[in-house]
């Protein structure tokens, strides 16, 4: 008897029921989403920071993309909405796309999450008389700024935490236990980075669930950071995540001698505060150190399970230009999980560390994303270019592709998942190769709807301005994510 994919999405993994289609297999591009699995919108984007896209879905499975708006007077929030099936909502703004700025000043955006009452926050950097400023906007769901939230010289938006390189570059709404002390029970904590006597420092900042202040109870007067006699280098955040608990994790990268980075997680407690019982600090590190020169490993993704185990996701450098995706799976106690091995094309560095060489030593690989599945499978999302001897870093943008990475829960390839043509277990890439037959495209974001998963990000496309370059525009893409809710592997 042929299970429904939608009731046993809504039942089993509370997901976002999608429309039923023929049965394709897993990792293929979903023919009936947008055009062919593939939809573009045509915003012209600036995509020069690490997290230049976020893709996220409302509670009624819509898709959102936000990224920042490139125009000749100012940068600013471009906000544009998909139906669960890829076309864009022309109901939403103006033919689908929305865009703002913080007050009047520009603003680079750089994360999106919808809070329980179905608002979309954004977050990014926003820059008064030179100097940078964390900013939060809250959206209603039909794109209108809500301006409930914020202050009042800037409705529906907060600046916060001035300083010099200030950069929101991601935020999570953290539920709160009633003696915490929190408005609607919940707190936004943003992580980021700014610049301390020239060096970068990775902080977090929380903020009234309101936007009106920032929130005191967290941490140190609202803000929390490592403090120097833990790690005296420069750090950075890309990631946080939170759990059902409220406790929390940021990951990013300390940066040693040489340029040499490592992976770096600092635990905090529901209330800001440098969880100890991890690794003795609340501080993590780990290398992977796959060249002898070249050492740039960062972690732009976590998952923080509500055991307090956590996984990290990024690259490890490999040569001059070269990367591969990389994980690592702590315990709540900042201990490298022994059981996760990797496997087929994973390869072990470490404990509870693995690097997957895919396309061998002139392959590219950047991982933007990170989820974990209700069976305990893990998707990886990023860019993969296969490059040659002698390419330039230029050549290897223009050649790469949107990828997702299917694991087992011990971090070995999934074979079943794969694309069309793909001869690497448990990889599926999506070219959109709008100039010339190629172009850069990049998937930021991993939605999950039932059966299926959206990779959500940019590709580049031809000029449209004369200026030379190339734009770059939202893209999405759907596959089938097939064994997501049953254990025995099959979908049906």
Do not use: W
């Not at 600036?46 to 940068?75: C, E, K, M």
């Not at 943003?190 to 990775?202: C, E, F, H, Q």
Request: aromatic fraction near 6%; charged fraction near 20%.
């Amino acid at each position: 008897m042929k299970r429904s994919h939608c009731l046993a999405a809504i039942l089993l993994a509370g997901l976002p029921c999608v429309a039923a289609a023929d049965t394709f297999p897993p990792g293929h591009l979903d023919p009936v989403f947008g055009a062919d699995g593939r939809r573009t919108v045509p915003v012209v984007l600036d995509v020069t920071a690490p997290n230049a896209i976020a893709t996220v879905a409302d509670p009624l499975g819509r898709l959102y993309s936000v990224g920042t708006f490139l125009s000749p007077q100012a940068y600013s929030i471009a906000i544009t909405r998909l139906t669960q099936d890829g076309d864009v909502d022309t109901g939403f703004g103006t033919n689908g796309v929305v865009t703002r700025t913080v007050g009047t000043a520009p603003a680079i955006a750089h994360d999106a999450v919808f809070d329980p009452q179905g608002r979309l926050i954004v977050v990014g950097e926003t820059s008064v008389n030179g100097v940078n400023n964390f900013f939060a906007c809250r959206f209603n769901a039909d794109g209108t700024a809500d301006n409930t939230f914020g202050v009042a010289n800037t409705p529906g938006c907060v600046r916060t935490f001035v300083g010099q390189g200030a950069t929101a570059e991601a935020v999570v709404v953290q539920a709160c236990a009633p003696a915490q002390q929190c408005v609607d029970d919940q707190r936004l904590v943003l992580a980021g980075a700014a610049s301390l006597n020239g060096k970068s420092l990775g902080l977090l900042v929380a903020l009234e669930s309101d936007g009106t202040v920032i929130d005191s109870n967290f941490g140190v007067g609202g803000i929390n950071f490592i403090p120097s006699n833990v790690i005296s280098q420069p750090t950075r955040f890309f990631d946080v995540a939170t759990n059902a608990a409220g406790e929390l994790v940021a990951v990013g990268y300390v940066e040693l001698a040489n340029a040499d980075r490592d992976f770096l997680a600092f635990r905090l407690d529901p209330d800001g505060v440098a969880e100890s019982s991890f690794s003795g600090d609340g501080v993590r590190t780990a290398s992977f150190d796959l060249d002898n020169v070249q050492k740039v490993d960062e972690a732009h993704a976590v998952h923080l399970f509500d055991d307090g185990s956590m996984l990290l996701a990024g690259q490890a450098q490999t040569g001059l230009l070269t990367h591969r995706a990389a994980i690592l799976k702590l315990d709540a106690a900042g201990i490298g999980d022994g059981l996760f091995a990797g496997g087929g094309d994973g390869v072990p560095d470490g404990v509870g560390q693995v690097s997957y060489d895919v396309c061998g030593d002139t392959c590219e690989m950047q991982v933007r994303d990170l989820a974990v599945l209700p069976n305990g499978r893990i998707l990886l999302a990023g860019s993969i270019a296969e490059g040659v001897a002698g390419d330039t870093n230029l050549d290897l943008a223009r050649k790469s592709d949107m990828f997702a990475l299917r694991l087992k829960p011990d971090g070995s390839p999934d074979a079943s998942f794969r694309s069309d043509g793909s001869d690497v277990p448990g990889l599926a890439t999506v070219p959109f190769d709008l100039v010339d037959g190629q172009s850069q495209d990049v998937a930021s974001s991993l939605v999950l709807q039932a059966d299926r998963v959206v990779l959500g990000g940019f590709a580049a496309a031809p000029d449209a301005n004369d200026d030379g370059f190339e734009d770059y525009r939202f893209a999405f893409a759907r596959l089938g994510n097939g064994g997501l809710i049953f254990a025995d592997g099959f979908e049906e």
